[in-house]
């Protein structure tokens, strides 16, 4: 009887299986080889081989996109992972109102970015209120370019990406605190320790797991970002395009009856790769961290 049953876990597993095929499997599977193609947007194109990725190295558009993303990550990831943890640390505590701090923290989580980028648009224009205040402080004569600058548009950006996912990883760090075991805190306690050395002695290296799953997930997140880029520049990405990030060129490259879908596809593919180095990077990072 229970040979015959077999099948009755893929029974369960086909919906899932068919939206991953559908949705994820082929379009990937079409991606790759759109990326040896010259098709457009249309349809159509003929195989030419490596063509796409020769392209790559000698296009100056897709080298400003890719610095500007590492830079992304550079910045956005150590941030995504030190502050939630702190503000996790603060809020755990069960204090009378806690939970109306830990919902003014999600909130940004749950508003679209397209109301994200209205809010920080306001803020950061030339008579928002951040130059508002500058200018009432006496800290700038002539409000700053956050908007039309491009290298203060890719900062206005990340400021606006750490805002935005300060909640969300907050919360993943808010259940692995949960797990900390007490007697380990308290024995700390006991020897002397005070509540910031109970914190990195005992605390942060229990969550180094948490950390790592966070670095990963906000570097993923870092390398694909686009909508911060092009709502907070109205499309532009800056003067001249020169806040582009990857993701806003593979977008620029295949938008449009005109596009070249399968340039965009080599970039997109590219894109992946570099996204799968970089997670396979830091876990096995933290993996040599753990066995020394």
Same mark, same amino acid.
């Given at each position: 009887?229970?040979?015959?049953?077999?099948?009755?876990?893929?029974?369960?597993?086909?919906?899932?299986?068919?939206?991953?095929?559908?949705?994820?499997?082929?379009?990937?599977?079409?991606?790759?080889?759109?990326?040896?193609?010259?098709?457009?947007?249309?349809?159509?194109?003929?195989?030419?081989?490596?063509?796409?990725?020769?392209?790559?190295?000698?296009?100056? #558009?897709?080298?400003?996109?890719?610095?500007?993303?590492?830079?992304?990550?550079?910045?956005?990831?150590?941030?995504?992972?030190?502050?939630?943890?702190?503000?996790?640390?603060?809020?755990?505590?069960?204090?009378?109102?806690?939970?109306?701090?830990?919902?003014?923290?999600?909130?940004?989580?749950?508003?679209?970015?397209?109301?994200?980028?209205?809010?920080?648009?306001?803020?950061?224009?030339?008579?928002?209120?951040?130059?508002?205040?500058?200018? #009432?402080?006496?800290?700038?004569?002539?409000?700053?370019?956050?908007?039309?600058?491009?290298?203060?548009?890719?900062?206005?950006?990340?400021?606006?990406?750490?805002?935005?996912?300060?909640?969300?990883?907050?919360?993943?760090?808010?259940?692995?605190?949960?797990?900390?075991?007490?007697?380990?805190?308290?024995?700390?306690?006991?020897?002397?320790?005070?509540?910031?050395?109970?914190?990195?002695?005992?605390?942060?290296?229990?969550?180094?797991?948490?950390?790592?799953?966070?670095?990963?997930?906000?570097?993923?997140?870092?390398?694909?970002?686009?909508? &911060?880029?092009?709502?907070?520049?109205?499309?532009?990405?800056?003067?001249?395009?020169?806040?582009?990030?990857?993701?806003?060129?593979?977008? &620029?490259?295949?938008?449009?009856?005109?596009?070249?879908?399968?340039?965009?596809? #080599?970039?997109?593919?590219?894109?992946?790769?570099?996204?799968?180095?970089?997670?396979?990077?830091?876990?096995?990072?933290?993996?040599? &961290?753990?066995?020394?």
């Amino acid at each position: 009887m229970t040979g015959r049953r077999w099948y009755a876990p893929w029974l369960f597993l086909a919906p899932a299986l068919a939206v991953a095929v559908t949705f994820f499997l082929i379009p990937f599977g079409n991606t790759v080889v759109l990326s040896f193609t010259d098709a457009s947007t249309l349809g159509g194109g003929h195989f030419t081989g490596l063509d796409n990725y020769r392209r790559l190295l000698s296009d100056d #558009a897709f080298w400003l996109s890719l610095r500007n993303t590492a830079l992304y990550v550079v910045v956005v990831v150590p941030l995504m992972v030190v502050l939630p943890l702190l503000v996790a640390a603060l809020v755990q505590r069960r204090i009378a109102g806690i939970g109306f701090f830990r919902a003014v923290f999600y909130s940004p989580v749950v508003a679209s970015m397209v109301v994200a980028g209205l809010i920080w648009s306001w803020l950061l224009s030339s008579d928002g209120i951040v130059n508002s205040l500058l200018r #009432a402080l006496h800290l700038v004569a002539e409000p700053l370019p956050f908007l039309t600058d491009s290298r203060l548009l890719l900062f206005s950006a990340m400021a606006m990406t750490v805002w935005k996912g300060l909640g969300y990883y907050m919360v993943v760090y808010l259940a692995a605190l949960a797990n900390v075991p007490r007697s380990l805190l308290e024995a700390a306690e006991v020897d002397g320790a005070g509540p910031v050395r109970r914190f990195m002695s005992v605390t942060v290296p229990l969550l180094r797991p948490t950390m790592v799953l966070v670095a990963t997930l906000s570097a993923i997140a870092s390398a694909k970002v686009f909508a &911060e880029v092009y709502t907070l520049s109205d499309g532009s990405a800056g003067p001249g395009g020169e806040a582009r990030t990857l993701v806003y060129t593979i977008r &620029e490259a295949g938008l449009g009856l005109g596009g070249e879908a399968g340039y965009a596809s #080599a970039m997109s593919l590219a894109l992946f790769l570099g996204t799968l180095g970089l997670s396979v990077f830091v876990t096995r990072l933290n993996s040599r &961290e753990q066995q020394a």
